[in-house]
């Protein structure tokens, strides 16, 4: 299920907007769930109480509280949550982007506008669910791609480097680096930029034609014979994403 949340103190545009991701959902036969609200505050209040949502619907302009106040309070509690903006007017575009929000709609709302929107948002959501399955001497451990920063390969195991700083090593490798990760491989947001180490571009704090620097100040080697290939990849990966 992906929970949905409209917040909007216009009550009509709060009843359209409503409609039309329910009807996006069911076409797309996504199992949604959907709150609405009038008031930013009352949002704001399920927010800080722990009731978070994969998907938000926020306009930017309304009283009490605006919407970049609610995308700031969202990003203290999740970073992984997806923001669409509304507005009728285009003057704070510019805002959004300090809480990185997926896509910023100008009202009245187009409605393939909004389907093109909800189509990133969702697969934003669906991608940020998947997990790697690790074992370790523990046993089978779960870990989800977006709390991935790198992965190296030392004395044939992993190493798993995740965003809370912990490190978690996997039993002896039996097939190849590469093997082991193809499945993670084959995220665009992970690249092999060295024989020993991949790395998550959503966590690369700072590009460097032979050296990545990631946002935990970890400085990850980009090999000679790579590096062209991790060019256009780091590029593209940029440009979709924004």
Known sequence: MIRVAICDDEQETLHYLYDAVAHYGAQKGLDLSIDIFVQAKDLAAQITGGGNYQIYILDMLMPQMDGIEIGQEIRRQDEQASIIY????????????????LRYLLKPVNIQELQEAMDFAAVHVL?????????????????FYHEIEYVENSARALHIFVTNGHEIVSRLLRNSFENNLGSLLESPEFIQIHKSYIVNLNHVKLYGLTMMTMRSGAQIPVSKSRQPEVKRAYLKYIAEGY
């Not at 509304?86 to 929000?101: E, I, P």
């Not at 991608?127 to 870990?143: E, K, M, Y």
């Open 86 to 101: 509304l507005t009728s007017s285009a003057d704070y575009a510019f805002q959004a982007f300090r809480v990185f929000a």
């Open 127 to 143: 991608q940020s669910q998947r997990t790697l399955n690790v074992n370790t001497a523990l046993g089978i451990q779960r870990v």
